[in-house]
Nanobody, 116 residues
Framework: QVQLVESGGGLVQAGGSLRLSCAAS????????MGWYRQAPGKQRELVVT???????NYADSVRGRFTISRDNAKRTAYLQMNNLKPEDTAVYYC??????????WGQGTQVTVSS
């Protein structure tokens, strides 16, 4: 069993900041890639950002320059610092982990709501 525990979502005004975290535990030997996807009401789930074990990042154009991902490999935890939030960032954010063996795992999701 692999568990992903997410925290840090909430309600914030436009221009504000939030920090998400995602901690992996359980039967996962090694992690390749960690990141977040998001899904707004009535829309498909979309990539926000990912980071590999070597630190290579991949940001969606819509968040580049505002969001920053980091990870602590020893703690098997990833962090997403979200600054200058906009109403269009409102969504459920899902942590995603890809093991070295290629198996994907998803967190339970955390709500981020940005009011105008």
């Amino acid at each position: 069993q692999v568990q992903l525990v997410e925290s840090g979502g909430g309600l914030v005004q436009a221009g504000g900041s939030l920090r998400l975290s995602c901690a992996a535990s359980g039967s996962i030997f090694s992690i390749n890639r960690m990141g977040w996807y998001r899904q707004a009401p009535g829309k498909q789930r979309e990539l926000v950002v990912t980071i590999t074990s070597g630190g290579t990042t991949n940001y969606a154009d819509s968040v580049r320059g505002r969001f920053t991902i980091s990870r602590d490999n020893a703690k098997r935890t990833a962090y997403l610092q979200m600054n200058n939030l906009k109403p269009e960032d409102t969504a459920v954010y899902y942590c995603n982990v890809l093991s070295m063996g290629g198996a994907p795992y998803w967190g339970q999701g955390t709500q981020v709501t940005v009011s105008s």
